[in-house]
Nanobody, 120 residues
Framework: QVQLVESGGGLVQPGGSLRLSCAAS????????MGWYRQAPGKQRELVAS???????NYADFVKGRFTISRDNAKKTVYLQMNSLESEDTAVYYC??????????????WGQGTQVAVSS
């Protein structure tokens, strides 16, 4: 089994910062790309940022310059540093990972989501 567990969400004022973490655990041989998605009420889930195992990153236009994705391969953890938060960033944030399990089966996994609310 593989699990992704997110943490770090919460309520923050506009202009504030939060740091999300997502730790993978279980029968893992290798973690390929990892990413963060978000889903606001009434909207589709959308990509926020992704990072390859080698550290190459990709960002949605709406977070460029404000959010930074990073990962610690030894800890099997991906982070999302969110600065200059806006009310439009309010959403449930989901971690995603492309994982090769020890049984050599490859799968795409999701965390349970963590709520981020930006409000004064």
């Amino acid at each position: 089994q593989v699990q992704l567990v997110e943490s770090g969400g919460g309520l923050v004022q506009p202009g504030g910062s939060l740091r999300l973490s997502c730790a993978a655990s279980g029968s893992i041989s290798r973690i390929n790309a990892m990413g963060w998605y978000r889903q606001a009420p009434g909207k589709q889930r959308e990509l926020v940022a992704s990072i390859t195992s080698g550290g190459s990153t990709n960002y949605a236009d709406f977070v460029k310059g404000r959010f930074t994705i990073s990962r610690d391969n030894a800890k099997k953890t991906v982070y999302l540093q969110m600065n200059s938060l806006e009310s439009e960033d309010t959403a449930v944030y989901y971690c995603n990972a492309d994982i090769l399990r020890r049984n050599l089966l490859r799968g795409n996994y999701w965390g349970q989501g963590t709520q981020v609310a930006v409000s004064s």
